[in-house]
C-alpha cells in the first residue's frame, strides 16, 4: 500500500511541475511573439538600410526558430499531462 501511495504523490508532483512548466512556456511564447510583432512594425519602416533590414531579418528568424522549439516543448507537456503520464525531469 505504501508504494501505491508514494508512486500517486510522485505522480501528482510531476504533474503540478510539468502544469508549472506549461504555463511558464505559454507565457514565454507569448512575449516572444509580442517581441516578433515588434520586429514586424520596425521593419515596415522604410528608412531602414538593407544592413539593418537584413539584422531585423535575422532576428525575426531566430525568433521564429525558437517559438517553434518551445511550441514542441509545450505541446509534450501538454501531451504528457493528458495522457495522465507526467513524469519529473531531473537536471543534474
Known amino acids: 500500500m ?3 501511495q508514494a ?3 510522485r505522480q501528482n508532483v510531476a504533474k503540478r511541475s510539468m502544469t508549472k512548466e506549461a504555463k511558464q512556456l505559454t507565457g514565454l511564447i507569448a512575449g516572444l511573439r509580442k517581441s516578433l510583432d515588434g520586429i514586424h512594425k520596425e521593419r515596415a519602416n522604410t528608412k531602414l538600410s538593407g544592413a539593418e533590414m537584413g539584422l531585423l531579418d535575422e532576428r ?3 525568433l521564429l526558430l525558437t517559438i517553434s522549439a518551445l511550441d514542441d516543448r509545450l505541446s509534450a507537456v ?7 503520464r ?3 525531469i531531473r537536471i543534474h
Open 60 to 62: 525575426r528568424n531566430n
Open 2 to 4: 505504501r508504494q501505491s
Open 86 to 88: 507526467p513524469h519529473v
Open 78 to 84: 501538454q501531451g504528457l499531462i493528458d495522457l495522465g
Open 7 to 9: 508512486d500517486t504523490r
